[in-house]
């Protein structure tokens, strides 16, 4: 069975940056596509981000811009750079594939944008 471990939320000020990783018990970043995820209480969780097996990257519209997802294949790790961060992404982040999240769901790591 599949983990995924997320890491490298924190409380971080507007504008700030963050860098997740999300890493995978066993090598399945190479096999297809994964994507970032956020949540927040009380309402449905959302793709953010994703990358192909090739590198191919697609963004929700409101991080165009600001956030990068890349993955590291020989390391099992996906990351996701944030940059100048709002509050309005303050949320759990996970990863999982895309755009099936067939996975089992990870803890999350949270982020939160505050002043």
């Known amino acids: 069975q599949v983990r995924l471990m997320e890491s490298g939320g924190g409380l971080v000020q507007p504008g700030g940056s963050l860098r997740l990783s999300c890493v995978a018990s066993g090598n399945i970043f190479s096999s297809g596509a994964m994507g970032w995820y956020r949540q927040v209480p009380g309402k449905l969780r959302k793709w953010v981000a994703s990358i192909t097996s090739s590198g191919g990257t697609n963004y929700e519209d409101s991080v165009k811009g600001r956030f990068t997802i890349s993955r590291d294949n020989t390391k099992n790790t996906l990351y996701l750079q944030m940059n100048s961060l709002e509050p309005d992404d303050t949320a759990v982040y996970f990863c999982?594939?895309?755009?099936?999240?067939?996975?089992?769901w990870g803890q999350g790591t949270q982020v939160t944008v505050s002043s």
């Open positions: 999982n594939a895309f755009p099936i999240a067939h996975y089992s």
